[in-house]
């Protein structure tokens, strides 16, 4: 199975600050045909199911603010929040899609500082 | 829009077979451009997958092989809905579950609807 390991597995942001989260998996989730990661980005707040937000590692889902982006290739990835804000208080989950099954990553919790 | 809705006990006695239904509103479980997945939630194991169904000329299932040997997950054309059972039941199978469908296109992916999840306990 593919690992998915995620940093920090918390961190707390000032308000209008960047949180950045970290998404490496245990090998590569780029398919060379068609040059695509086989990476999403995910969102839960308590009582919720997961909603995605980025999916192909850097597109965004309709409807997602664009003060969310996805960023990275091959083993690497990066969630960003531009500017934070309360209602984006939630736990965030990397995902692969590349080979089932299909895998998580453990969790980063984002908080207000 | 999408949506799925979950049904199914809450309670399952040890040994027995857990069983949950997803019904689909806004799209068909026939679907060429879909799939219809299971994972579950539990603070001990994390997010899992447990599986999926999806038809491409014929029905396709892919399986968990930490579970394959005791879940089936079944589509109803019928009612327009597919299905989760988990037989011989234990107490490390307590877990919130998911269906989620999952777009299967190159300009989309990813698992982009959700099930509201059911708490599903496995106790005497």
């Known amino acids: 199975d593919i690992v998915m390991t995620q940093s920090p597995d918390s961190l707390a942001v000032s308000l209008g600050e960047r949180a950045t989260i970290n998404c490496k998996s245990s090998q590569s989730v780029l398919y060379s045909s068609n040059n695509k990661n086989y990476l999403a980005w995910y969102q839960q707040k308590p009582g919720q199911p997961l909603k995605l937000l980025i999916y192909?590692?850097?597109a965004r889902e309709s409807g997602v603010p664009d003060r969310f982006s996805g960023s990275g290739s091959g083993t690497d990835f990066t969630l960003t929040i531009s500017s934070l804000r309360p209602e984006d208080v939630a736990l965030y989950y990397c995902?692969?899609?590349?080979?089932?099954?299909?895998?998580f990553g453990q969790g980063t919790k984002v908080e207000v500082k | 829009q999408v949506q799925l809705h979950q049904s199914g006990p809450g309670l399952v006695k040890p040994s027995q077979t857990l069983s949950l239904t997803c019904a689909i509103s806004?799209?068909?479980?026939?679907?060429?451009?879909?799939?219809w997945n299971w994972i579950r939630q539990s603070p001990s194991r994390g997010l899992e997958w447990l599986g999926r169904t999806y038809y491409r000329s014929k029905w396709i299932n892919d399986y968990a092989l930490s579970v394959k040997s005791r879940i089936n997950i079944n589509p109803d054309t019928f009612r327009n809905q597919f299905s989760l059972e988990v037989n011989s039941a234990t107490p490390e199978d307590t877990a919130v579950y998911y269906c989620a469908r999952e777009e299967q296109q190159l300009t989309h992916a990813g698992l982009d609807s959700w099930g509201q999840g059911t708490l599903v306990t496995v106790s005497s």
């Open positions: 806004g799209d068909s479980v026939s679907s060429n451009r879909a799939a």
């Open positions: 995902e692969q899609y590349y080979r089932i099954p299909w895998t």
């Open positions: 192909w590692a850097s």
